[in-house]
């Protein structure tokens, strides 16, 4: 998955979910928390992959995943092509109306569409662009 798309949360909670997303993402999806104050989204295979490691940790390891596990929703897109992001995912990631979906290779983000339009000026600089090119041996 890859781009970048901004939409609107409806009155509702309801979310569009972009064509060329859905198409990548599925009948189905898991949406849970992301590790920058967004949310991210897992198609079924990379979710069956992510659950397949989580069920590998050890017991009492087992905390870091606790809350994690806990506010995953899994969302099926109505005719529409619009999902219920649940009040505590949107409170998390701090979304109030308008957001933007990244892809992220395996996965997708969903950002506040302000949070992320300031990390992107801050990091769209061109010495940290020639730095994350160095770090990934480019």
Known sequence: MYGKYRHCVDPKGRLFVPAK???ELGEAFYV??????C????TQ?????????????????????RFLLANV???EPDKQGRFLLP???????NI??????????????IWDAEAYDALERE???????????KELGF
């Open 21 to 23: 997303l859905r198409e």
């Open 32 to 37: 849970t928390l992301g590790s920058q104050n």
């Open 39 to 42: 949310l991210t989204v897992y």
């Open 45 to 65: 295979s990379s979710w069956d992959a992510f659950m397949e490691k989580a069920n590998a940790v050890p017991l009492h390891q087992y905390g870091s995943l």
């Open 73 to 75: 929703v899994k969302c």
């Open 87 to 93: 009040t505590e995912l949107r409170a998390f990631a």
């Open 96 to 109: 109030t109306q308008n957001v933007v979906f990244i892809g992220q290779g395996s996965h997708a983000e």
């Open 123 to 133: 990091q769209l600089k061109p010495e940290n662009l020639l730095a994350a090119m």
